[in-house]
């Protein structure tokens, strides 16, 4: 079953053209995120995906011994982890000609092309995993047009990016060479 929210190189296996962290992709309308999510990321949302499926264990047999409410509420409670680990994985930045999207698991927020006056790499204390230590780190930093607060897009300590700096890399010059291309 192919997941393409998983994978930033999904529309590989189509033969349709260039690689989808390229701007000159044909595809320009899709939100698509220009790299591949971390394993503490895939590893977190999996131990969810776990602790939903021994929920639903418990929902069966909980609906088999006779108390079919409460067996209902283990299935609620089961898809709202489903729901939240399908959220963690598609959490990250996404690019496409229209802006770049910050997405959360509970928000997220668009920014227009127009209204980035640089993309830029620094070195800078970054959080790790998202907690709230900090270390010394390298981020990918958007700067407003209009002279506000700078936006961190994302770090190399997060939970894309911890222990894989050449995927951090790989990452900073796609959402760089995105900008070039769609900052008007």
């Known amino acids: 079953m192919p997941l393409p929210f998983l994978t930033a190189d999904g529309a590989l296996d189509d033969q349709t053209g260039g690689a989808p962290d390229d701007p000159s992709y044909e595809d320009l309308d899709r939100w698509r995120r220009p790299y591949r999510p971390g394993t503490w990321r895939v590893g977190g949302a999996a131990l969810l995906l776990l602790l939903a499926s021994y929920i639903l264990f418990s929902a069966m047999i909980i609906a088999m011994a006779g108390s079919l409410p409460a067996a209902?509420?283990?299935?609620?409670?089961?898809?709202?982890?489903?729901?939240?680990?399908?959220?963690?994985?598609?959490?990250?930045?996404?690019?496409?000609?229209?802006?770049?999207?910050?997405?959360?698991?509970?928000?997220?927020?668009?920014?227009?092309?127009?209204?980035?006056?640089?993309?830029?790499?620094?070195?800078?204390?970054?959080?790790?995993?998202?907690?709230?230590?900090?270390?010394?780190?390298?981020?990918?930093?958007?700067?407003?047009?209009?002279?506000?607060?700078?936006?961190?897009?994302?770090?190399?300590?997060?939970?894309?990016?911890?222990?894989?700096?050449?995927?951090?890399?790989?990452?900073a010059d796609a959402l760089e060479s995105w900008a070039a291309a769609y900052r008007r």
């Not at 204390?125 to 700078?150: C, F, K, N, S, Y």
């Open 72 to 171: 209902g509420i283990c299935v609620a409670v089961a898809a709202l982890v489903i729901g939240f680990a399908v959220r963690v994985v598609r959490s990250g930045v996404q690019v496409s000609a229209h802006g770049l999207r910050q997405v959360g698991v509970f928000t997220y927020a668009t920014t227009d092309w127009s209204r980035i006056a640089a993309i830029r790499t620094a070195q800078q204390p970054v959080r790790w995993l998202g907690l709230p230590r900090t270390v010394q780190g390298q981020a990918v930093i958007a700067e407003p047009a209009d002279g506000g607060a700078p936006l961190t897009l994302i770090s190399s300590h997060s939970a894309d990016f911890l222990a894989r700096p050449e995927g951090f890399d790989m990452a």
